[in-house]
């Protein structure tokens, strides 16, 4: 008699467990592994199915609840008030490998701009407690000679890309993971609060007004000996725009591996564009990127920062010199903290403008 009581509690205790990842009050879909709970309603076995299932222009947030697991995904989120939440950046992650050069379908290649694990065009989208990657082998690739057939020329690869149509991104202990190009932040208002971003060139990149805050942004290993090494952020901020990638009390750190002195905090990119008069380096793309009360590792280089390359109108290059981005830092501190003619610092006036009220504007804090 005993046995049997026990075996009705346990079985009592796995629907209530059961119950308690039910679509209700907490999540409006689950994505899981488990192939019991996978038979009731609003759960999911990918995370593209939970996304397909969610309202179009729903004016309240869809809670989507994925559960520990590795999900090899490719998403588009364009619905508005989309929220993936996992169990944890080290437990929940959502990887795929694609990247610039690879051909997406006959004729056509992904390009940086489709390349992205998770690309964002809605907006009010949220992501928490999980993992973006982008798994593409840029270590194995980037080690091979220049000469080598096998050599993937275009290796740029997203990991999350905010899009046009993005704005009111909030990202909260998410982790992302890439090397070239981890994060395309080119659109809307963007904030990334109490993440891991890692990636070695131009990791975090675009026109977007994005805010960092106390976040651990890593600088990752190459395959081969370069100078230098990377860098951090390359942004494209259009000169009509005040604000463009801010870093409020963050960490620049490094993996094992990366020397010191070797990675610019970023360079001035001028995206090549279609104008009336031809197709060259963006001239108002003056990139603006600020580090404020940051800590900076030794391999952050003395001068700050770097020059990067430009399409010309004949199809030739031309250098585009940090001193004429808008690059600033405030009381850095830390081995990579240095302080010159090359470092523009902020006043304390100015710094204090620098506030999520001032950044973010009429957007509601989360």
């Not at 992904?110 to 993992?131: E, K, P, Y």
């Not at 031309?318 to 850095?332: G, H, I, T, V």
Request: aromatic letters at 10%.
């Amino acid at each position: 008699m005993n046995t049997i009581k026990i075996l009705l509690w346990l079985v009592f205790a796995a629907q209530l467990l059961a119950c308690a990842h039910q679509p209700g009050a907490s999540y409006d879909a689950v994505v899981t592994r488990d192939t019991y709970l996978l038979g009731k309603p609003g759960h999911f076995n990918r995370v593209q199915a939970a996304l397909d299932a969610a309202p179009v222009g729903a004016a309240t947030p869809f809670k989507i609840f994925i559960q520990p697991g590795d999900y090899y995904e490719k998403l588009v989120i364009d619905k508005p008030n989309i929220q993936l939440i996992g169990a944890g950046m080290d437990k929940t992650r959502i990887l795929f490998d694609a990247y610039s050069g690879q051909v997406s379908e006959p004729g056509k290649t992904w390009g940086t701009r489709g390349s992205g694990t998770v690309i964002v065009r809605a907006a009010d989208v949220q992501f928490h407690n999980l993992t973006i990657e982008n798994s593409f082998d840029f270590v194995s690739n980037d080690a091979l000679e220049n000469d080598d057939p096998q050599k993937i020329r275009h290796s740029q690869a997203v990991a999350l890309h905010l899009d046009k149509g993005s704005d009111r991104v909030l990202a909260r202990e998410v982790q992302l993971l890439g090397y070239q190009d981890t994060l395309f932040v080119d659109a809307g208002r963007a904030w990334f609060d109490r993440n891991k971003i890692a990636g070695n060139v131009d990791f975090i990149f675009g026109a977007g007004n994005a805010l960092f805050t106390d976040s651990e942004i890593i600088t990752r290993i190459r395959g081969r000996d370069s100078i230098p090494h990377a860098y951090v952020t390359a942004p494209s901020t259009q000169i009509a725009d005040e604000y463009g990638l801010t870093f409020i009390r963050c960490k620049l750190t490094r993996e094992p591996g990366v020397p010191d002195n070797s990675t610019p905090l970023g360079r001035p990119w001028h995206p090549t564009t279609d104008f009336p008069d031809g197709r060259y380096a963006d001239p108002n793309a003056i990139g603006k990127a600020v580090f404020i009360d940051t800590e900076m590792d030794a391999h952050i280089t003395r001068d700050g920062w770097y020059w990067m390359g430009g399409t010309t109108r004949d199809g030739g290059k031309e250098p585009f010199m940090p001193d004429d981005a808008r690059f600033f830092e405030y009381q850095s501190h830390g081995a990579g903290a240095h302080k010159n003619a090359k470092r523009r610092q902020l006043t304390t006036e100015d710094a204090q403008h620098y506030t999520w009220e001032t950044l973010m504007g009429d957007w509601q804090k989360p």
